[in-house]
Antibody, heavy 119, light 107 residues
Framework: QVQLQESGPGLVKPSQTLSLTCTVS??????????WSWIRQHPGKGLEWIGY???????YYNPSLKSRVTISVDTSKNQFSLKLSSVTAADTAVYYC???????????WGQGTMVTVSS | SSELTQDPAVSVALGQTVRITCQGD??????ASWYQQKPGQAPVLVIY???NRPSGIPDRFSGSSSGNTASLTITGAQAEDEADYYC??????????FGGGTKLTVL
């Protein structure tokens, strides 16, 4: 079965770029019909959609983060990645990668990775 | 603030039925999906589409929708159902959007 796993630094300095990778196992990221997503959760708060990418490379971003976000896909490694630039303490959160499908459903999630922005 | 509104907290007696609601104009056009999140864990999809349960989700979980309100119903709530529940649909621009979440307490 498909599994997702986030990886990347747990600590990022203010003004720098947060970079995370999600590795997809048990299935191909090139399978049609899915959108590969990043979602975050601030400590003690709700879920916030960051953006997603289709295997073709088409991307869609949350307008509130669009100027700072880049999501890319590497089909050869079965991975997709998140870059969030010019981070501040407000970007401290648990970051999840997830598989999106029809009916606005995110059916498979990674375990999440905590990223703290601090000097 | 979210365009999908959920009650912050709901409680239910063990074995009773509870309905968790999600309100938003976009729900007139889009289906909602529902997620269960326990402390320290990733969210888990429990309902999507008209009323579909992923494999492994107990049939005590069901979904419905009417007008601008989507509902998640747990029939015969169990202690292990105590968790945060989030709805998800689209915002007015068609982007994914989550509700603020409902903390369910099973008494």
């Amino acid at each position: 079965q498909v599994q997702l796993q986030e990886s990347g630094p747990g600590l990022v300095k203010p003004s720098q770029t947060l970079s995370l990778t999600c590795t997809v196992s048990g299935g191909s990221i090139s399978s049609g019909g899915y959108y590969w997503s990043w979602i975050r959760q601030h400590p003690g708060k709700g879920l916030e959609w960051i953006g997603y990418i289709y295997y073709s490379g088409s991307t869609y971003y949350n307008p509130s983060l669009k100027s700072r976000v880049t999501i890319s896909v590497d089909t050869s490694k079965n991975q997709f990645s998140l870059k969030l630039s010019s981070v501040t303490a407000a970007d401290t959160a648990v970051y999840y990668c997830a598989r999106g499908r029809t009916y606005n459903a995110f059916d498979i999630w990674g375990q999440g990775t905590m990223v703290t922005v601090s000097s | 603030s979210s365009e999908l509104t959920q009650d912050p907290a709901v409680s239910v007696a063990l074995g009773q039925t509870v309905r968790i609601t999600c309100q938003g104009d976009s729900l007139r056009s889009y289906y909602a999906s529902w997620y269960q999140q326990k402390p320290g864990q990733a969210p888990v999809l429990v309902i999507y589409g008209k009323n579909n349960r992923p494999s492994g989700i107990p049939d005590r979980f069901s979904g419905s929708s009417s007008g601008n309100t989507a509902s998640l119903t747990i029939t015969g709530a169990q202690a292990e159902d105590e968790a945060d529940y989030y709805c998800n649909s689209r915002d007015s621009s068609g982007n994914p959007s989550f509700g603020g979440g409902t903390k369910l307490t099973v008494l």
